[in-house]
């Protein structure tokens, strides 16, 4: 297992030499964890939208019907490149080609209403993860929520997807942001994190 965060060259060489690594325009589990996803996040609309790793921007077109304004990050330039042809007709949504935690972008403090961290966090060391939810903390609002969707699986990542979740979510505890729900699914899990845990 990889102990270091896993740079930009990685993930483009794997999106150069497969548009989609994943499979996420055609996995029946990414339509299935994307339904649930969008289930726990709900309906909004939200007003300020954050999606961290954001790939090939198939979640992110989901997202956009309900955000005012939807910032959408990836590490790979290849495959923002493809998230902007499929949201071409989304006015309101951006893009960021930004290495987290330390390309995390500007925003205002406590701007966020919404922020989605799905399944990036495991990509990153236990010291970054810990430095991108204090970046998260800044930007989201006193009632905002965060969402992160997270493999549970094995991996060569340098934390395992549980690792990564229970790291992030013991640093957002420290700040008085709390899980308010978890979804463990065979290979995934789901979690809503709230100052105030009422998930409307």
């Known amino acids: 297992m990889r102990k270091q965060s896993w740079d930009r060259h990685v993930f483009e060489k794997l999106y ?17 964890k994307y339904a649930l996803t969008l289930a726990c996040i709900g309906v909004g609309p939200f007003q300020a939208t954050l999606e ?9 077109a989901c997202l956009a019907s309900r955000c005012h304004t939807l ?28 290495q987290l935690p330390q390309d995390f972008p500007v925003l205002p403090q406590g701007s966020q209403n919404l922020i989605l961290i799905s399944e990036m966090l495991y990509f990153l060391s236990r010291p970054d993860i810990v430095h991108l939810a204090h970046k998260c903390l800044f930007v989201l609002q006193p009632k905002g929520r965060i969402v992160l969707v997270n493999w549970t699986g094995e991996t060569d990542t340098p934390c ?8 992030f979510m013991a ?4 700040h008085g942001v709390v899980s308010c729900s978890t979804q463990r699914h065979p290979t995934y899990r789901i979690d809503c994190l709230s100052r105030e845990c009422v998930i409307d």
């Open 171 to 174: 640093t957002c505890r420290d």
């Open 71 to 98: 910032l959408a990050v990836d590490i790979a330039e290849t495959a923002l490149e493809r998230a902007e042809k499929r949201c071409d007709s989304c006015n309101n949504v951006s893009f960021l080609n930004a």
């Open 16 to 32: 150069r030499e497969d548009a989609d690594p994943w499979k996420f325009e055609t996995s029946p589990y990414e339509r299935e």
């Open 160 to 167: 395992t997807g549980d690792e990564a979740a229970e790291l």
């Open 52 to 60: 961290l790793g954001c790939s090939i921007g198939v979640l992110t």
